[in-house]
């Protein structure tokens, strides 16, 4: 095969399809498998990114933010890893090289220029949230075609990608925004036995769908719930 054809494979590949016990109709394995192919590509490629800011960020952090983003990017792989058994084992193949994942990747490509660590941190957190918030579309995506283990392995992916953001953003974060009641009772929403309510009675109080005080209803325990004085 030329060099023409192997950069053309790369661009637009295709996936071999199995035959398989994974009692998903054909057709909502193959989106499925489209799914994780492309959020396979992302991950690996930002994986990568994070190597890149690993090796090369300057400034009085270095040695900091030099181990931060190798663990992020060690966080990536094993997410690559998780990624591609899902896809083979709906009866694919995980298509993963760097050449694929470059050309296929919606992650943007990071800037070649950047020096100060305020720049590797800005634009990180841009690539790693984007990352997150993909995956979140994905977890929907996944549980509308009716995959819910496909649809959990997303929850878990974005909650480790949430926690990346976390560390990034924490050396940046300085300034408040606002300030937001503390709690959900203090919004006037309360947890109840069937779900969540919110009300308030003539001394603006708030209750819940029985009409009790909100700090009467939040001392009662939840049937079913041991109560906190149980050992």
């Given at each position: 095969?030329?060099?023409?054809q192997?950069?053309s494979?790369?661009?637009?590949?295709?996936?071999?399809?199995?035959?398989?016990a994974?009692?998903?109709?054909?057709?909502?394995?193959?989106q499925?498998?489209?799914?994780l192919?492309?959020?396979?590509?992302?991950t690996?490629?930002?994986?990568?990114?994070?190597?890149?800011?690993?090796?090369?960020?300057?400034?009085?952090?270095f040695?900091?933010l030099?181990?931060?983003?190798?663990?992020?990017?060690?966080?990536?792989?094993?997410?690559?890893?998780?990624?591609?058994?899902?896809?083979?084992?709906?009866?694919?193949?995980?298509?993963?090289?760097?050449?694929?994942?470059?050309?296929?990747?919606?992650?943007?490509?990071?800037?070649?220029?950047?020096v100060?660590e305020?720049?590797?941190?800005?634009?990180?957190?841009?690539?790693?949230?984007?990352?997150a918030?993909?995956l979140?579309?994905?977890?929907e995506?996944?549980?509308?075609?009716?995959?819910?283990?496909?649809?959990?392995?997303?929850t878990?992916?974005?909650?480790?990608v949430d926690?990346?953001?976390?560390?990034?953003?924490?050396?940046?974060?300085?300034?408040?925004?606002?300030q937001?009641?503390?709690t959900?009772s203090?919004?006037?929403?309360?947890?109840?036995?069937?779900?969540?309510?919110?009300?308030?009675?003539?001394?603006?109080?708030a209750?819940?769908?029985?009409?009790a005080?909100?700090?009467?209803?939040a001392?009662?325990?939840?049937?079913?719930?041991?109560?906190?004085?149980?050992?």
């Amino acid at each position: 095969m030329s060099q023409q054809q192997l950069r053309s494979s790369s661009q637009q590949p295709r996936a071999n399809l199995y035959p398989t016990a994974v009692d998903l109709p054909d057709e909502t394995r193959i989106q499925v498998i489209q799914v994780l192919n492309q959020a396979l590509a992302d991950t690996a490629d930002l994986q990568s990114q994070a190597k890149f800011a690993h090796w090369n960020t300057k400034g009085y952090d270095f040695y900091q933010l030099h181990l931060l983003f190798d663990e992020i990017a060690e966080v990536l792989s094993g997410h690559t890893d998780m990624l591609a058994e899902r896809i083979t084992a709906l009866g694919s193949q995980a298509m993963g090289t760097n050449r694929i994942s470059a050309n296929t990747s919606q992650i943007p490509e990071p800037p070649h220029n950047a020096v100060d660590e305020t720049e590797y941190l800005q634009w990180l957190t841009d690539h790693v949230a984007r990352h997150a918030n993909y995956l979140r579309a994905d977890i929907e995506r996944a549980a509308e075609l009716g995959d819910e283990d496909t649809a959990d392995l997303f929850t878990e992916l974005s909650r480790e990608v949430d926690k990346q953001v976390y560390f990034i953003e924490s050396h940046m974060q300085s300034t408040v925004t606002q300030q937001i009641p503390a709690t959900a009772s203090q919004a006037g929403y309360q947890r109840t036995q069937t779900g969540v309510s919110q009300g308030s009675n003539e001394q603006g109080t708030a209750t819940t769908h029985g009409g009790a005080p909100a700090h009467q209803a939040a001392s009662t325990p939840l049937q079913g719930t041991p109560s906190t004085n149980q050992q």
